[in-house]
């Protein structure tokens, strides 16, 4: 069951998950939108680099930048020198474009979602394969998080035209290197259920130790106490099937799995103090005996645990297993997708509910037939 992490889902008393769990009489594993967790982390980081004021919902900065764009010189942009850069970016500046061009090459479902890539890229100073090249900048109101980050990236490349005060250049800064340096690697392997406990833990060591110590106790507290949905011991076991996770991660644990005592009611979400030492915390510290329901709740024949990892891919229960754990979705995006098409068609046309669904099949398949305004999509036969 995955969903977004607000109180109206998450409630322990009357939230969603809770009620369907109840109407269908059963545990479901409780699956925490990852994308949607990363746009909260995000909106607090935004908050802290750049609390700008506003008297409505949109943001004044972007507003000034997006009417100042027609005089732009596009090909004075300006990339992120050294003495910009964290530690972390200039000792794996490379590895870190070789990864972003990476997930270029791979398909992406929303444009803006290149877009984000292709700004990371050429910031860093890399070339996208598609050239250099900018678009104009578009929504920018509170609400729209992606936009926030394209945004700031754009600004910042050209910081010399903006004219922006001291204190915003000095915001944008802090705010484009946690979104090129901590955010963006994150973001993008979200969509991953195996790798999420992995993920997540990085993601959770990354931000305690990031350079900027204020920005980090605010990103890395709220993380640390509320999202860790992955680290929980009923969710932790994906990383059995993590391909990127070492045989040794694994067989420790294997052994967790019948020496770490759990909880008497199966957590949902982890907990970490962030007064403790994380550097040598392990995926293993997080399971434990009761994370074996993750195997019940899954209807998995978990036999081939009795097995070591390096024998797995040879095991059809594992096979049968890795399988079905893919197919977890870890991601709503689709689902919201669903609910803004409503919102952008409903009680348009016609009042009558039974004429609405055939109204948004409609739009659906419109936008399916002509996915863009390009000259050659609109032309061609249907």
């Known amino acids: 069951m995955c969903f977004d992490t607000t109180a109206s889902n998450t409630g322990s008393r009357s939230g969603a998950c809770l009620l369907i769990e109840q109407q ?12 949607h967790v990363l746009e909260l982390i995000a909106a607090k980081a935004y908050a802290v680099c750049l609390n700008t004021p506003s008297s409505g919902p949109q943001i004044p900065l972007f507003t000034r930048f997006q009417d100042k764009w027609d005089l732009i010189d596009q090909d004075q942009h300006e990339i992120m020198p050294d003495d910009h850069l964290t530690e972390a970016i200039r000792d794996s500046r490379d590895n870190l474009i070789a990864g ?10 929303r444009d803006d979602y290149r877009e984000l890539l292709e700004l990371s890229v050429i910031v860093l100073g890399g ?12 929504a920018h109101h509170h609400a729209r998080w992606m936009a926030k980050l394209i945004n700031a990236v754009k600004i910042y490349l050209f910081r010399g035209q903006a004219n922006l005060t001291a204190r915003e250049s000095a915001g944008i800064l802090r705010y484009v290197k946690f979104i090129v340096s901590v955010y963006v690697p994150a973001w993008y392997a979200a969509p991953s259920p195996t790798s999420a406990p992995a993920s997540d833990l990085a993601l959770l060591k990354d931000l305690v130790g990031y350079e900027d110590k204020s920005l980090a106790k605010a990103l890395a507290d709220g993380f640390a106490r509320r999202h860790l949905w992955y680290l929980s011991e009923s969710l932790v076991p994906l990383a059995f099937f993590d ?56 209807g998995i024949d978990d036999g081939f645990l009795e097995t070591d990892p390096a024998e797995w891919h040879d095991d059809p229960r594992y096979v049968a297993a890795a399988r079905k754990v893919n197919g977890i979705r870890v991601l709503n995006d689709f689902a919201e997708r669903g609910v803004a098409l409503m919102e952008d068609y409903n009680l348009i046309l016609t009042k009558d509910e039974d004429q609405t669904p055939y109204i948004l099949q409609v739009v659906e398949a419109q936008r399916g037939r002509f996915p863009d305004a390009n000259k050659s999509t609109v032309t061609r036969p249907h």
Not at 100 to 109: A, E, M, N, V
Not at 275 to 289: E, H, R, W, Y
């Open 100 to 109: 972003l061009k990476l997930h270029l090459s791979q398909f992406q479902p």
């Open 243 to 298: 391909e990127d996770l070492s045989l040794g991660r694994k067989r420790a644990m294997i052994e967790a799995l019948s020496s770490n005592e759990g909880s008497e009611e199966l957590t949902k979400r982890a907990v970490v103090d962030l007064k403790a030492d994380l550097s040598q915390k392990t995926l293993a510290d997080f399971v434990t005996k009761s994370s074996r329901m993750f195997f019940v709740t899954l």
């Open 127 to 138: 070339m996208p394969a598609r050239g250099i090249r900018f678009r104009r900048p578009g």
């Open 24 to 35: 269908l009489g059963r545990d479901l594993l409780n699956v925490a939108c990852r994308h």
